[in-house]
């Protein structure tokens, strides 16, 4: 979401009283505004005589956030702050509500708009009814070496190559390899690669971007970075992004989670709906990973919780065959495939 600062000509209720207010309190953008405690802002404001535009609103928080009301207490004081407020609610409103779409027109769009993007592995492209599919946002979980990062790799490496697309790569652990996608690209161990196949492989490292992002709040300035720019992008020859991948996720939320602040929790459902909002609205075909964590009598269950779990459409749990290079893909969760069902295949190094 936008900068507040960046609104101010846009909507003049938003003043520099209030944005200053709000930066005293490290709120900066939208998204700062929509995840801070309300109520505690609304009590800072009452003890400071200079930000009494603020005092005369005190926050009433029924989710979701579209449905947020302010209480007007005092009108005597600050009728501008109560219209930065509300013009600031209604930026969110206006931001997170879906337009309302039939059965058939959902039909039409999954027919025209939302193809299914092969991730290079058949056994696992059959399993998933033919691989990703793009508008939705799928998930691999999975333990440590279980295969996780080299399914992102195969996958970016395929989409790039097969289908003529841009591939937006958010790295958060360092493990993106230029040399496992040329691998993946040319597979001829021990021999060079002759002109042709030197002229593909620079065609697809040149169609993946990749960002390394280290912290939730980068994630979010590079999300909305790419948002902006599809929305703004104009035709570049016959390519577009038509894949993001995120490796990890659960590396950037699992630190936020926790304690007696529901900040944590509100930035992960705030990513979540974010990657689903850019995958639906630009057709793209969104995948993040996520380790896991114990689980009753001693099973592994995906990590970052119950809430988490409602936000992939799809979630495929790999594990490895030990001393191997046998994995094994389960569906834990798919909109038309049966859960459960598995296949094997084979990944090397």
């Known amino acids: 979401m936008a900068p507040l600062k960046s609104l101010e000509e846009l909507y003049p209720f938003i003043d520099s009283n209030f944005l200053t207010f709000c930066a005293s309190h490290g709120i900066f953008t939208v998204e700062d505004f929509l995840i801070h405690d309300l109520y505690v802002l609304a009590a800072f404001a009452e003890q400071q005589p200079a930000s009494e535009k603020l005092k005369q609103v005190k926050p009433s928080l029924h989710f979701p956030f579209s449905c947020l009301s302010f209480t007007v207490l005092n009108f005597s004081i600050s009728y501008m702050c109560t219209q930065g407020i509300t013009q600031?609610?209604?930026?969110?409103?206006?931001?997170?509500?879906?337009?309302?779409?039939?059965?058939?027109?959902?039909?039409?769009?999954?027919?025209?708009?939302k193809h299914i993007l092969s991730i290079g592995f058949e056994r696992v492209d059959v399993l998933l009814g033919g691989g990703l599919r793009e508008g939705q946002l799928t998930e691999i979980v999975g333990p440590s070496s279980s295969g996780k990062t080299q399914v992102c790799l195969r996958a970016a490496s395929n989409v790039a190559k097969n289908y003529n697309a841009e591939v937006f790569y958010v790295d958060t652990g360092n493990s993106?390899?230029?040399?496992?996608?040329?691998?993946?690209?040319?597979?001829?161990?021990?021999?060079?690669?002759?002109?042709?196949?030197?002229?593909?492989?620079?065609?697809?490292?040149?169609?993946?971007?990749?960002?390394?992002?280290?912290?939730?709040?980068?994630?979010?300035?590079?999300?909305?970075?790419?948002?902006?720019?599809l929305r703004s992008q104009t035709c570049k020859g016959d390519r577009r992004v038509q894949f993001l991948i995120i490796d990890s996720i659960s590396s950037l939320i699992t630190p936020i989670l926790g304690g007696s602040s529901s900040q944590g929790h509100a930035l992960m459902i705030s990513a979540g709906t974010l990657l689903k909002k850019i995958a639906h609205e630009h057709n793209i075909a969104v995948l993040v990973t996520n380790h896991t964590v114990g689980g009753d009598r001693g099973t592994s269950k995906p990590a970052l919780g119950e809430s988490w779990k409602s936000v992939p459409h799809v979630r495929l749990q790999l594990s490895r065959d030990a001393g191997s290079n046998v994995y094994q893909a389960s569906i834990l969760k798919h909109s038309s495939m049966a859960s459960g069902t598995a296949a094997r295949f084979v990944m090397y190094e």
């Open 176 to 229: 993106f390899s230029p040399q496992r996608i040329s691998g993946f690209v040319n597979w001829k161990p021990g021999t060079a690669l002759d002109w042709s196949e030197q002229s593909m492989l620079q065609q697809v490292m040149s169609s993946i971007s990749c960002h390394s992002v280290f912290d939730i709040f980068a994630l979010f300035d590079v999300l909305h970075r790419l948002e902006f720019n």
């Open 88 to 113: 600031i609610l209604s930026i969110i409103d206006v931001t997170e509500r879906q337009p309302w779409l039939n059965g058939l027109e959902l039909l039409e769009d999954a027919r025209e708009n």
